[in-house]
């Protein structure tokens, strides 16, 4: 991933940040929570390299950031989240030594939402990871009803809420066990 790329993430992730929209922007398009670094968003790529959509001018339109356990540390909402997740059973057994990746953010910008752009990520993701992983999980603000309906639909379900910083989150997890590879 290249700086350009790198910058293009910043700049769309800052123009979705919750704490930069209206209550009713929110509502309507959803938001992202998380600030990351262009030094951390770097690290993170490299452990685990991301997926960046770009227009034909090379704008970035979306992104999906993979985090692993190797960099859960160098971030504290990620930890948090991590340690929030390794508390958690799912199918009878503790996810804490099944092996799992976490979406650490997705966004796709305003312009772009509706066209499957976050449904295609999340299918690269399955072809590149889940022969790596048992599982995919991540946690999406129970206000973020679009998010929510986005991760549903590309095989996600709920199967935990917990409280953070003043929100209610859904704790969103893929099998992958039991894919047909193909």
């Known amino acids: 991933m290249n700086l350009e790329e790198l910058q293009g993430i910043k700049t769309l992730q800052q123009a979705n940040l919750k704490t930069e929209l209206t209550e009713?922007?929110?509502?309507?398009?959803?938001?992202?929570?998380?600030v990351?670094?262009?030094?951390?968003?770097?690290?993170?790529?490299?452990?685990?390299?991301?997926?960046?959509?770009?227009?034909?001018?090379n704008k970035v339109i979306g992104?999906?950031?993979?985090?692993?356990?190797?960099?859960?540390?160098?971030?504290?909402?990620?930890?948090?989240l991590f340690a929030t997740i390794d508390e958690q059973e799912f199918g009878g057994k503790l996810l804490k030594p099944s092996k799992y990746v976490v979406v650490g953010q997705l966004c796709v910008s305003k312009d772009h939402r509706g066209q499957g752009i976050a449904q295609k990520m999340y299918s690269f993701f399955r072809t590149a990871l889940s022969n790596h992983y048992e599982y995919c999980v991540t946690d999406v603000d129970v206000a973020n009803t679009n998010s929510l309906k986005t991760h549903l639909a590309a095989g996600f379900e709920v199967f935990h809420q917990f409280s953070y910083g003043g929100s209610a989150w859904n704790l969103v997890i893929w099998?992958?066990?039991n894919l047909t590879k193909g």
């Open 24 to 34: 009713q922007e929110q509502s309507q398009e959803g938001f992202v929570t998380a």
């Open 36 to 57: 990351y670094s262009l030094d951390f968003l770097k690290q993170m790529h490299q452990s685990c390299p991301s997926i960046v959509c770009v227009d034909s001018e």
């Open 63 to 80: 992104y999906a950031l993979v985090t692993t356990q190797e960099t859960r540390s160098e971030h504290p909402l990620l930890e948090s």
């Open 175 to 177: 099998d992958w066990n």
